[in-house]
């Protein structure tokens, strides 16, 4: 049974650049949600889409989008870069309904110089 | 809204001693509760959650932890711990709705096992 995958494993753009990552969910799950993760910290909640849309959303600038496919998996989607935007990019999936258990994918490093 | 507040940001701590991880939340809503923990280079894995019912919940690697309502607390123990469990820990909380995916997070708590 595959995890969470996530692509690529690392990342380095630069200042005004875009760059999407990719995610593909649990086998059986249904809900994505992002999270970016500065070093030294802890995850932070960008959005989550369930059936192809964004049903919540965290404190990021429209910079940040992204978009849910038929199969469920999931791309985010970062617009002109800034240097605070290098981090880990999270990708959890869950069963919507339950039974509230995230599981993670390994993350994309991005690097922006 | 929800906040976790980990008190502690390193635990050093010799091999097979007992550890503690304090964990406080504030949210105005019901909340699931959760410990996560990160090896280096890695994502999370889930350690254990709080959902409902008994208040001392058990876990993987022999983590156990007990939540407090009346004090917001989440705090996980471990009786005998290992070289292997050095790593990042994170406490969590999700708002109770069907889609429970959005977490809160805290900032850590850097587990450091001496031999």
């Known amino acids: 049974d595959a995890g969470v995958t996530q692509s690529p494993t690392h990342l380095i753009k630069t200042r005004g650049q875009q760059v999407t990552l990719r995610c593909s969910p649990k086998?059986?799950?249904?809900?994505v949600s992002w999270y970016q993760q500065a070093l030294g910290q802890g995850p932070q909640f960008i959005f989550q889409y369930y059936e192809e849309e964004e049903r919540q959303r965290g404190n990021f600038p429209d910079r940040f989008s992204g978009h849910q496919f038929p199969n469920y998996s999931s791309e985010l989607n970062v617009n002109a870069l800034l240097l605070g935007d290098s981090a880990l990019y999270l990708c959890?999936?869950?069963?919507?309904?339950?039974?509230?258990?995230?599981?993670f994918g390994p993350g994309t490093r991005l690097t922006v110089t | 809204a929800q906040s976790v507040t980990q008190l502690d940001s390193q635990v050093p701590v010799f091999e097979e001693a007992p550890v503690e991880l304090r964990c406080n939340y504030s949210s105005s809503v019901s909340v699931y509760l959760f410990w996560y923990v990160q090896y280096p280079n890695q994502g999370l894995q889930l350690l254990l959650k709080y959902l409902s019912g008994s208040t001392l919940v058990k876990g993987i690697n022999g983590f156990e932890a007990e939540f407090n309502k009346s004090q917001t607390s989440f705090h996980l123990r471990k009786p005998s711990v290992h070289i292997s469990d050095t790593a990042e820990y994170f406490c969590a909380v999700s708002e109770r709705r069907i889609n429970a995916g959005k977490s809160t997070f805290g900032d850590g708590t850097t587990l450091t096992v001496k031999p």
């Open positions: 086998s059986g799950h249904d809900t």
């Open positions: 959890a999936s869950i069963i919507a309904g339950g039974p509230y258990e995230q599981y």
